[in-house]
């Protein structure tokens, strides 16, 4: 065993009660009354940089909750640099009564540390930085120079980021990125996640009279606002999955054999997907696998309708207004202002007879993020996660978007890989947040031989 | 000039001013706080009914609001025995302040008289009255057998009206039915309606994963049951307006073109609409006018749309529900529950992959009703109208369901024909009623020259 990983074992008991300490700050992004909260958690964070012997650690702030950055950069010219990322504030814990233990008196039972925010992220963040103490206290040196940045506004959307990236590059310049807010597929099954999609979000609204009518005076004799949206939202998916706006695939690549075979591996069956949703069978995009269509390939969906009466009962109205809400996960090369384009194009050109339409934008966009294949980091992540649990990490992709990955790509130009220790059963977001400490453990060793990988 | 219509000038003071007294009642059925008054303005009708000289004039109870009778059988066995029918109660008067002169201090001015339910439908269901009293008071004795049937329920939608009928059948056997409460085209120009649409009334309910589920973690795994909605609605009718539900138009009786010629001279322009509803254009069926459409076509309106977010902004929800409220404005032989049937049907065999929908009925329902072409009331009606007015009625038909006039046919086999003396512009529902009294005046005439031309 290396010395660094002796240090690690030693230590463990302490760094249990630091990752203890730390979860018991209620840090909720989302709350005006947490502010401070959210501080003194920034101001943990950059006790326990120095402490770990990180140089520079500094609370930064911005337009609202701050950042937390600090280095080490004495690993000598020909090392790489690496910028860890995480986060340090947390979800809201509503509802407390659902909760065994309280969500901000972390308590450990069956080998879990129970809390918010215990996986999401402080867990994850803190698993670097003690790996990175390990090195110091022991080799006095890491292999690799090192950057931390760690936000504090990660579960509202991290508003202020974009800004505080691009006016403190220097900060965080770096030639490979990890982000410690992460999860691995499964316990005992790791995983590299190779690609995220990325979103536009829009509103369709439809009108027709200027105000509603008496559907028995005027139905008939002019067009239903309801029934035009209808028409339209139909025209932009059919009935099998296929998007039918004009153009709206153009961007995408198109999956080849490797990424294939890497998703037919995902172990996702349409039962687990019925099952966890109560969805009485899979749907979309004919010629692709469910793997292949949630992971890897492009979506458009409904996600709220408005029009006319909506209480108990009849009223026999003929509604002035009808309108769709609509988000559409991109890949590959898919931009959300080209495709909202599409999507505007395609409304005001099949707008039907009678009624006007119009399409605005909604906040939130993102860009795709996919891991360009032979990544450097995304193969040293790989070899490093097979050495530890003994299996290939599966490769993957995921549904969602995540800003901050496109943001430090852009501001960057480094595609961040995602090196964390969470899994998705975690209760996350939700009450009963824990964190299992055998992977918090794994994770201290497998950043250390990142390092020294990363080195090679 | 004849006696009866001598005792009409003579007493119109006399009966604008009852007209005011009956006005001021504030006999608002929609509100638990007036029940006394709409039970008082039932005393004053049975008072009224018999000072006019009516026998038998009693207050009715039912579940709700009461009925008021009273009859005079005593024209011969050879005269036929028509029933007249208005109510008694008025819509609620809010809001207040946007009254010129306060709902129930009736007030003359401009030659009108401005009051709640002063047109609907107090005015109109005295003037029968007062000229049965004018005939009664000068000759002795009417041509016709009449008796009197006037609710205090009709602004609610007549709850209790059927079982009423259905019960005392016996009160208001007759050979013809007239009903006060009805409407001219115009000031100058008067209508026969030959026609009211009847009305079915559902909703649709789309079910896809049990509960609202993340878009970017299954969508484009699982359908959307908003999509899946767009889908049905949209199969139901289509862009242009023709219903494709199978079967929808079976039981239509095409238009003659007796018919066609009679709604081609009712006149109300493309423009006339337009204007009134600002929509940006005519629009219905294909091979119809505007008017046949509103008037004389079977119509499938969506009345709301719900599902999913409808706050302000993004949420990326893939909704657990949609669901579509839908009228259906029908004619001819089309019957509600035949109508639901079809539609229940086609949405069952046309549900999109991926999701369950279900069809339920909501409150409302009414068969068309149509007056037989030749019908011997309606040729006496405008016979009278012609001679009054100096101008033949026009033939017209309402998009609109007015459930008692089916329920006196359904009950006592018999179509009612609407004579009734307000317009269409007197703010019936709004602030502002008025009724004037010009055709408060020559609404009495009216009913003396149809008293005589029915005992020809």
């Given at each position: 065993?290396?010395?660094?990983?002796?240090?690690?074992?030693?230590?463990?008991?302490?760094?249990?009660?630091?990752?203890?300490?730390?979860?018991?700050?209620?840090?909720?992004?989302?709350?005006?009354?947490?502010?401070a909260?959210?501080?003194?958690?920034?101001?943990?964070?950059?006790?326990?940089?120095?402490?770990?012997?990180?140089?520079?650690?500094?609370?930064?702030?911005?337009?609202?909750?701050?950042?937390?950055?600090?280095?080490?950069?004495?690993?000598?010219?020909?090392?790489?640099?690496?910028?860890?990322?995480?986060?340090?504030?947390?979800?809201?814990?509503?509802?407390?009564?659902l909760?065994t233990?309280?969500?901000?008196?972390?308590?450990?039972?069956?080998?879990?540390?129970?809390?918010r925010?215990a996986?999401?992220?402080?867990?994850?963040?803190?698993?670097?930085?003690?790996?990175?103490e390990?090195?110091l206290?022991?080799?006095?040196?890491?292999?690799?120079?090192v950057?931390?940045?760690?936000?504090?506004?990660e579960?509202?959307?991290?508003?202020?980021?974009?800004p505080?990236?691009a006016?403190?590059?220097?900060?965080?310049?770096?030639?490979?990125?990890?982000?410690?807010?992460?999860?691995?597929?499964?316990?005992?099954?790791?995983?590299?996640?190779?690609?995220?999609?990325?979103?536009?979000?829009?509103?369709?609204?439809?009108?027709?009279?200027r105000?509603?009518q008496?559907?028995?005076?005027?139905?008939?004799?002019?067009?239903?606002?309801?029934?035009?949206?209808?028409?339209i939202?139909?025209?932009l998916?059919?009935?099998?999955?296929?998007?039918?706006?004009?153009?709206?695939?153009?961007?995408?690549?198109?999956?080849?054999?490797?990424?294939?075979?890497?998703?037919?591996?995902?172990?996702?069956?349409?039962?687990?997907l019925?099952?966890?949703t109560?969805?009485p069978?899979?749907?979309?995009?004919?010629?692709?696998?469910?793997?292949e269509?949630?992971?890897?390939?492009?979506t458009?969906?409904?996600?709220?309708?408005?029009?006319?009466?909506?209480?108990?009962?009849?009223?026999?109205?003929?509604p002035?207004?009808?309108s769709?809400?609509?988000?559409?996960?991109?890949?590959?090369?898919?931009?959300?202002?080209?495709?909202?384009?599409?999507?505007r194009?395609?409304?005001?050109?099949?707008?039907?007879?009678?009624?006007?339409?119009?399409?605005?934008?909604?906040?939130?966009?993102?860009?795709p993020?996919?891991?360009?294949?032979?990544?450097?980091?995304?193969?040293?992540?790989?070899?490093?996660?097979?050495?530890?649990?003994?299996?290939?990490?599966?490769?993957?992709?995921?549904?969602?978007?995540?800003?901050?990955?496109?943001?430090?790509?852009?501001t960057?130009?480094?595609?961040?890989?995602?090196?964390?220790?969470?899994?998705?059963?975690?209760?996350?977001?939700?009450?009963?947040?824990?964190?299992?400490?055998?992977?918090?453990?794994?994770?201290?060793t497998?950043?250390?031989?990142?390092?020294?990988?990363?080195?090679?």
């Amino acid at each position: 065993m290396t010395a660094w990983e002796d240090y690690l074992t030693k230590n463990q008991d302490r760094f249990i009660a630091e990752l203890i300490e730390f979860t018991a700050i209620p840090s909720v992004s989302a709350k005006p009354e947490n502010i401070a909260d959210v501080r003194a958690a920034a101001d943990w964070v950059a006790a326990r940089l120095t402490a770990a012997g990180a140089e520079h650690a500094q609370v930064y702030p911005t337009a609202g909750h701050p950042v937390v950055c600090a280095d080490w950069l004495h690993a000598g010219p020909d090392a790489p640099t690496i910028l860890i990322y995480g986060h340090f504030d947390v979800q809201p814990a509503e509802p407390f009564d659902l909760w065994t233990s309280p969500p901000f008196q972390p308590e450990i039972r069956d080998g879990k540390l129970w809390g918010r925010g215990a996986s999401d992220d402080k867990g994850g963040m803190l698993i670097p930085i003690l790996t990175f103490e390990s090195f110091l206290k022991t080799e006095g040196k890491l292999p690799v120079n090192v950057r931390f940045f760690f936000e504090g506004q990660e579960e509202i959307g991290s508003p202020d980021l974009l800004p505080f990236v691009a006016a403190h590059a220097d900060l965080l310049q770096a030639d490979m990125i990890f982000s410690a807010d992460g999860l691995q597929w499964a316990p005992g099954q790791p995983q590299i996640v190779e690609a995220l999609k990325g979103l536009v979000s829009l509103e369709i609204t439809v009108q027709g009279p200027r105000g509603d009518q008496h559907s028995g005076m005027v139905g008939g004799g002019i067009a239903n606002p309801a029934l035009a949206l209808a028409h339209i939202l139909a025209g932009l998916r059919n009935e099998q999955g296929l998007i039918t706006v004009e153009g709206f695939y153009d961007d995408v690549i198109p999956l080849d054999a490797d990424s294939r075979a890497a998703l037919a591996r995902v172990p996702y069956p349409d039962d687990q997907l019925l099952a966890e949703t109560g969805a009485p069978a899979p749907w979309g995009e004919p010629g692709y696998s469910t793997q292949e269509r949630i992971f890897a390939r492009p979506t458009l969906d409904i996600n709220g309708l408005t029009s006319g009466w909506q209480g108990a009962g009849t009223k026999t109205v003929l509604p002035a207004l009808a309108s769709a809400k609509i988000t559409c996960r991109l890949v590959s090369a898919q931009s959300p202002e080209k495709i909202f384009e599409a999507i505007r194009a395609h409304v005001e050109k099949h707008c039907p007879p009678g009624v006007t339409a119009t399409v605005t934008r909604n906040p939130g966009r993102a860009d795709p993020f996919q891991v360009p294949a032979g990544h450097n980091a995304s193969s040293a992540a790989a070899e490093v996660l097979t050495e530890l649990y003994g299996i290939a990490p599966l490769r993957t992709r995921v549904g969602g978007s995540i800003p901050v990955m496109t943001t430090l790509l852009d501001t960057l130009g480094v595609h961040a890989v995602m090196f964390g220790f969470s899994h998705g059963d975690e209760n996350l977001h939700a009450p009963n947040e824990f964190f299992r400490l055998d992977e918090f453990r794994r994770g201290q060793t497998a950043y250390g031989k990142l390092f020294e990988r990363l080195a090679k």
